[in-house]
């Protein structure tokens, strides 16, 4: 049964191998399950799921492995307590010898014994002190003399794993739906670069025990700078027009971004439809920096992460602008400004909320040739992290 679960796991795409079984393995050894099937339950989930993306399909797997299981536990515990609550004798009174001598025992021995009771005994027992059973001096049992032990019997818990399972609580964790807060900060964590920076105030652990070792053991400390987020990235962010329906998803992603600790730098900048000679940092569009500035301010190293629907009026990807963001007869085509972009932000993504299947013939099509372009979902967000932390090159038309 443990193996036969591996594999409806692994057949429903859930990444688990022989580490994940040797740690879930270890963990029923040390009873961490706590001999039941709603502990194994949080258990293997938190061993063999190392993404929410699989939380659904984890549940989905246990759902349908498992189920009837708890039912055939729930038959058995009910004739086991029919067994104790039918007990065939009234505890006697213990001589005082007698309760002296059962009042030995702390709760880990208690708990060592029952272990080593369950697995030995057989049959139904009523009476006598050793075995588990009703009416007797046994410290394991139930109706039996008032002492230190352990009560078999009474109500049981009313959560059942199946029934955790099945609820699916996770369905919104999978990879074709669109990111909440929360998924979009552990995506974006992943961008994260360090770099040492700064006074050498850090122990080099390796460095110093080399030197020492060259310095014929005489100890030499050696020092290093402290590593410190190294990633720069530069958010743009279509409003108005088309993208209002997307608007509160923008918002999730613009929170995530600002909530990160992970950048060393992050600017945030608006533009509508297409990028024309400058973008604002005020969603009204009023000011604005020309992209001349932010080519000189920005160097490569920086990260760019554009996101919108990239729909419009395919003229308004010939139209021609200054740099003031203003029609200009002698300006730069919208198209342009966008290959001045890609080239001069190799390291750049495009998200978008659209679905993928409305991308072709449209203005969607034509700015994917400048950008990689990713669907807004937790699995596209996850694509264009690791694009953008690969440093692969956006193309340009």
Not at 189 to 217: S, V
Not at 258 to 287: M, P, S
């Amino acid at each position: 049964m443990f193996f036969g679960f591996l594999e409806e796991l692994r057949g429903r795409k859930v990444p688990v191998g022989l580490h994940e079984a040797i740690a879930l393995a270890a963990a029923l050894l040390a009873g961490l399950h706590d001999s039941s099937l709603e502990g194994f339950y949080y258990v293997a989930r938190s061993l063999l799921v190392h993404s929410e993306v699989h939380l659904d399909a984890f549940d989905q797997a246990f759902a349908k492995h498992f189920r009837g299981a708890e039912d055939a536990a729930v038959q058995l515990t009910a004739e086991l307590l029919e067994w104790l609550e039918g007990a065939r004798r009234r505890a006697r009174e213990l001589t005082p010898e007698e309760a002296a001598l059962l009042g030995q025992f702390d709760r880990e021995e208690l708990e060592r014994l029952l272990r080593e009771r369950l697995a030995e005994q057989r049959g139904r027992h009523d009476g006598g002190n050793r075995w588990i059973g009703t009416g007797g001096t046994s410290p394991f049992g139930h109706s039996g003399a008032p002492r230190d032990g352990i009560r078999i019997g009474g109500a049981g818990g009313n959560r059942r794993a199946v029934q955790v399972a099945s609820a699916r609580l996770f369905r919104d964790y999978r990879a074709d739906v669109v990111l909440d807060t929360r998924q979009m900060t552990v995506a974006l964590r992943k961008l994260r670069a360090f770099a040492r920076e700064g006074a050498p105030c850090e122990l080099d652990l390796e460095g110093t025990i080399e030197r020492t070792a060259k310095n014929a053991g005489e100890l030499e400390v050696v020092t290093r700078a402290p590593r410190r987020p190294n990633t720069r990235v530069i958010l743009m962010m279509d409003v108005g027009g088309s993208m209002d329906p997307y608007a509160e998803l923008v918002s999730r992603l613009f929170s995530a971004a600002r909530k990160a600790t992970h950048f060393k730098e992050l600017r945030t900048y608006y533009f509508h439809n297409c990028v024309y000679g400058r973008v604002y940092q005020d969603a009204r569009l009023k000011g604005g920096v020309p992209l001349r500035e932010l080519f000189a301010e920005c160097g490569k190293h920086y990260k760019l992460i554009l996101a919108g629907d990239a729909l419009m009026a395919p003229y308004e990807l010939l139209e021609r602008t200054d740099e003031s963001g203003w029609y200009h007869p002698q300006g730069v085509e919208g198209l342009a400004w966008l290959a001045r972009l890609a080239e001069h932000f190799p390291r750049s993504v495009w998200l978008n909320p659209e679905p993928p299947g409305s991308w072709g013939h449209t203005t969607i099509e034509v700015i994917a040739g400048f950008f990689p372009m990713f669907p807004l979902t937790l699995e596209g967000l996850g694509e264009a992290v690791a694009r953008l932390a690969r440093g692969a090159v956006a193309g340009a038309a």
